[in-house]
């Protein structure tokens, strides 16, 4: 069983920046695809990005390349997702994501962290 906690959601003006983080709790993170999704309000939840378990592979949706940055700590059981130059369509509930296979999520998620993007 593994569970996943999000932090560092928030308001912020289009331009800037915030950090998210996954904490998780259980043995089998640090051998597993890590990931970041997202539903915007009145729409389904999309994939954003994803880290390899040992951090050589990273994969991201085009609507947010160039952009975010996806790393991982496997001591610290954490993965990070540092978006910058946000956009109002960002706003979203993000959601953290472990088991991933290619684009498709995994078994387990956080509970999800709100961003908003407004001025």
């Known amino acids: 069983q593994v569970q996943l906690v999000e932090s560092g959601g928030g308001l912020v003006q289009p331009g800037g920046s915030l950090r998210l983080s996954c904490t998780a709790s259980?043995?089998?993170?640090?051998?597993?695809?890590a990931g970041w999704f997202r539903q915007p309000p009145g729409k389904e939840r999309e994939f954003v990005a994803s880290?390899?378990?040992?951090?050589?592979?990273?994969r991201y949706s085009d609507s947010v390349k160039g952009r975010f940055t996806i790393s991982r700590d496997n001591a610290k059981k954490t993965v990070y997702l540092q978006m910058n130059t946000l956009k109002p369509e960002d706003t979203a509930v993000y959601y953290c994501n472990t088991g991933l296979v290619a684009y498709s999520p995994g078994d387990y998620w956080g509970q999800g962290t709100q961003v908003t993007v407004s001025s």
């Open positions: 880290i390899s378990w040992g951090a050589t592979i990273a």
């Open positions: 259980g043995r089998t993170f640090s051998s597993s695809t």
